[in-house]
């Protein structure tokens, strides 16, 4: 079992004949995901070639969900063109969309990830590294060498933070990675993912990676502490940043006390979360979890 992506799912690469898009479906093929097609319109009724695959270009989500029964999109497309791109894929239907792009605007995040809401799209991202089901199939730029299936599932804020926790667990798996994004707005929420998470029989324990800025981790924490059963491990990063700046993610401002590492890691343990001061830390506590200890 798995959250969000399947086997089964049927992927498209908006933006693949882009230099991101060519390397990053190459790894996706690469690692077993169904990939049935590029969307291009300047480049419709071509073929791309990756090794052994033979990928066809289509003009339009629609033209290309038509041809395959595409179910998932993932997006390597710029930031001033991101945003109809999403909403392409909503109107033609897709039930997912990864946007892989970074640097969109705000107000075009807000409007196309209300948009795609709207009509039953879910959006992961945008700014994000996308999601792993290993041994299943993979949508973004997670890498794919550094774990296994297993009983953990993953959600995250960092890219970066989710590749180190992934090769730290790597002898334990996961059942699927979700990376979600740093920016002030985002489609998926960890909230989301806990509850997919929580109905997924396959995920034994749960981990959860914020960083400062904003509210959702102790919007997350109450939501554990009333609807999540599974063990929860979490890491907040950001615990020596200066308050007043924005770090690496654009939703990563301090202000106050509002937001910070240390407030976030308060609210997690008050809902029975045990959080990790370091990354190591944390996976320390998962094996623990998983063996029974306290």
Do not use: W
């Not at 890498?143 to 002898?171: C, F, N, W």
Request: charged residues 20%; glycine residues 14%.
């Amino acid at each position: 079992m798995a959250i969000y992506l399947t086997q089964e799912s049927k992927v498209l690469v908006q933006g693949m004949t882009g230099g991101e898009g060519m390397k990053h479906t190459r790894r996706m093929l690469a690692v077993g995901t169904h990939v049935v097609g590029g969307v291009n319109p300047r480049k419709a009724g071509r073929t791309v070639d990756f090794d052994d695959t033979t990928v066809p270009v289509f003009g339009s989500v629609h033209e290309a969900m038509d041809a395959t029964g595409a179910d998932v999109s993932v997006l390597f497309v710029p930031p001033a063109f991101a945003g109809a791109a999403v909403m392409e894929a909503a109107d033609a239907g897709i039930g997912l969309a990864v946007v892989i792009t970074e640097g969109i605007p705000v107000h075009d995040a807000v409007a196309f990830t209300a948009y795609a809401r709207a009509r039953g799209t879910r959006i992961i991202g945008p700014n994000c590294p996308g999601l792993i089901t290993p041994g299943q199939s993979n949508a973004g730029i997670i890498p794919a060498d550094i774990t296994k299936p297993g009983p953990i599932g993953l959600v995250s804020k960092s890219g970066t933070l989710t590749y180190q926790l992934m090769h730290e667990l790597r002898d334990l798996g996961f059942s699927t990675c979700v990376g979600i994004g740093g920016d002030p707005v985002v489609g998926t929420t960890h909230i989301d993912c806990l509850a997919a998470f929580e109905d997924d029989p396959n995920t034994e324990i749960i981990v959860l990676i914020g960083e400062i800025g904003g509210d959702a981790e102790e919007r997350a924490a109450a939501y554990v502490r009333e609807h999540v059963t599974k063990p929860v491990v979490g890491y907040v990063a950001g615990f020596t940043a200066p308050e007043g700046r924005t770090m690496g993610h654009a939703g990563a401002i301090v202000s106050g006390s509002s937001g910070t590492a240390r407030a976030k890691q308060e609210a997690l343990e008050a809902a029975g979360v045990r959080v990790g001061n370091t990354p190591t830390e944390t996976a320390r506590l998962v094996l623990a979890a998983l063996e029974g200890g306290a």
